[in-house]
Structure formats: structure tokens, C-alpha cells
């Protein structure tokens, strides 16, 4: 297992910003750029979902209950029964990351792409996935605002709503319905805009530190509460995993069908997680909310193609054999 080459970048741009973070007046303009770069990037999500494709996973219902139940019921029960944890083990700010993380919906890329790889019902995981994502621009800040208490927050839970319609469903839904008219320059540029949307997360992201490490982040976060964030991401990947293999049997779906549910319900977004870090929360608190979840994406990334490539596996011995009888 290897990092992967977005997460050496996120690495990069977390130590730079804490050796040279933006102050003062190149802070004003690296918050008014990181709004436009995150409404580009909402513009980009909308422009690149397929309506065709999601009609196709539409009759997967059962399917799509079982990921989102991961997703929004399972994940943030896993988090509040960590409570226990804190602040012996776990340190409160850190435990407000890893709320926050359990709110937060599903990755498409990447779900979609383990899916693929393993042999899953890939129609039925576009139509999770994305359902999951603009899902999560309504139900995340309410189970943000049921399960967390932040500090020194300035918006409410109905304020915070307001604020990801305007500055991220907006664009969204500004994108999708232009994508008759760009979807042949969208899917011919696949690669670019990926970068486009790589480029926007990184850019957020070292605003958000930079404010943080103005603050004093590497003052309150210490090795030992890295180790803990990684442990802890270990065991509730796990856990999520272990269950959504157990229910997807226990329940009778097809092994193309569990693909889809392991991959899909066991995600948690990045891409999603740090504009909406960036809009809900105040400016001095966004690095460290994003912090569990930038740990917690490279596991599942490293996790993820390991059991994608087990299930590869399965899938040509069991080709195997059928070619033997």
C-alpha cells in the first residue's frame, strides 16, 4: 500500500501553510478565491452527473436504503457511542472532527471506481453515490447541528442550511442544468476537471490551515492526537465495513449488489467535507474539523483497494472454477 498522489499534495499544502500560512490582507483574498474555487467545484459536480445514469440504479431501492442507512444513521451512532472516549483517549476538538466526519456523505470517484474495479453493480453505485452527495447538502448540517456544539460557532443550523444552498447547491444545480449544453466538453475533459476539482480542494484546504495555524492548531494537536485520529479512523472503517458485509448477506443481495453497498456505504467525502467545513464553521476552526477526515480519506483510499482487489480476486477464481465444470 502506497499513498496515493493527492494525499502527498495534501500533505504538502498542510505543511505549508503551516511554515507560511496567508495573514492579513492575503487572507481576505484567499477567502474570497476559495469561495469562487468551491462554487467552481459545485458547478463541476453538477455538470458531471449523468441523468441516464442515474435512472438506470433508480430500481436498486433496496440497495440505496442500505447505503444511506450507512451512510446518515450507522456512521453518526458510531460516533456518538465514542463519546465515552473523550477526553481521556480522544481530545474534545478532535472528537468534533470525527463528528463531523460521520455526518458527511458519500465520495462518488472513488466509490465508483473501487465498484468498478471489484466487479460491483456500478450503475446502482452512480445512482448511491450521487443521490448520497446532494443528499448530504441538506442532512449534514442537521446531524452536524444535532450532534455537535461548536465553540464560538457564529450560524446556527438553519443559518448554515441557507449558506451550502447559496454557495454550493446553487452551483450545483446551475451546472446540471447547463450540462446539455457542456456535456460533450465535460466528459472530453474528464481528466482536466478532475484536476480542476483536486486543485479547488487543496486551495481550501490550505486556507482553512492557514487560519487554523494563525490560531494556534499545532498547539493543541500533538503526535499523540494524530495516532488517535488514525486508530480511531482504523476502527470505524472497520466497523462500518464488517457490518455493511453482514447486512448486505444477512439481507440476500447479490455479490455484485454487496460490492455496491461496501464501497458506497463505507465512504466519506472530501470533496464534499471541506467546502462545507469551510462555510459551516468559523475560519479558526475549520483546520482542525478537517483533520480526521483527511486521515480517514487516505485509509479508506488504502483499505478500499486492498478489499477491491480481493474481491477481483474471488471473482476470477470463481470464473474459474465455472469453466472447469
Avoid at 25 to 45: D, I, P, R, S, Y
Avoid at 66 to 86: K, R
Avoid at 196 to 212: G, K, P
Avoid at 229 to 238: F, H, K
Wanted: aromatic share 10%; charged share 10%.
Amino acid at each position: 500500500m502506497r499513498l496515493d498522489p493527492f494525499t502527498c499534495l495534501l500533505i504538502l499544502v498542510v505543511s505549508l501553510a503551516s511554515f507560511f500560512p496567508c495573514e492579513g490582507e492575503l487572507a481576505v483574498w484567499f477567502g474570497t478565491l476559495t469561495k469562487l474555487a468551491v462554487a467552481l467545484l459545485f458547478f463541476m459536480h453538477g455538470a458531471k452527473l449523468s441523468r441516464q445514469n442515474l435512472i438506470a440504479g433508480l430500481g436498486h431501492w433496496r440497495l440505496h436504503l442500505v447505503v444511506m442507512a450507512s451512510t446518515f444513521l450507522l456512521f453518526p451512532l458510531l460516533g456518538l457511542l465514542l463519546t465515552p472516549l473523550v477526553p481521556q483517549w480522544v481530545s474534545p476538538a478532535i472528537y468534533l472532527g470525527f463528528l463531523y466526519l460521520c455526518a458527511l456523505p458519500a465520495t462518488v470517484q472513488s466509490a465508483i471506481a473501487f465498484t468498478s474495479m471489484a466487479g460491483g453493480n456500478v450503475s446502482a453505485a452512480v445512482c448511491s453515490a450521487s443521490a448520497s452527495s446532494i443528499l448530504g447538502i441538506f442532512l449534514s448540517p442537521i446531524l452536524v447541528g444535532l450532534m455537535i456544539d461548536v465553540q464560538g460557532a457564529e450560524v446556527g443550523t438553519w443559518h448554515s442550511i441557507q449558506s451550502i444552498m447559496m454557495q454550493l447547491m446553487l452551483p450545483f444545480a446551475v451546472g446540471h442544468l447547463s450540462r446539455p449544453l457542456i456535456a460533450s466538453w465535460v466528459d472530453a475533459h474528464r481528466p482536466f476537471i478532475g484536476k480542476l476539482d483536486q486543485s479547488s480542494i487543496l486551495l481550501v484546504v490550505y486556507t482553512a490551515f492557514s487560519e487554523a495555524v494563525v490560531q494556534g492548531i499545532w498547539h493543541q494537536v500533538g503526535w499523540y492526537d494524530l495516532g488517535s485520529i488514525v486508530l480511531l479512523s482504523c476502527l470505524l472503517l472497520a466497523l462500518v465495513l464488517t457490518w455493511n458485509i453482514w447486512i448486505s448477506r444477512r439481507l440476500g443481495f447479490s455479490r455484485a449488489d454487496e460490492i455496491t453497498i461496501v464501497f458506497c456505504g463505507s465512504k466519506k467525502s472530501l470533496a464534499n467535507g471541506v467546502p462545507m467545513a469551510n462555510v459551516m464553521f468559523p475560519a479558526a476552526s475549520v483546520g482542525i474539523m478537517v483533520l480526521p477526515l483527511m486521515i480517514f480519506h487516505q485509509i479508506q483510499l488504502m483499505v478500499c483497494a486492498v478489499l477491491a482487489r480481493r474481491y477481483q480476486d474471488g471473482e476470477t477464481t470463481r470464473s474459474v472454477a465455472v469453466d472447469r465444470q
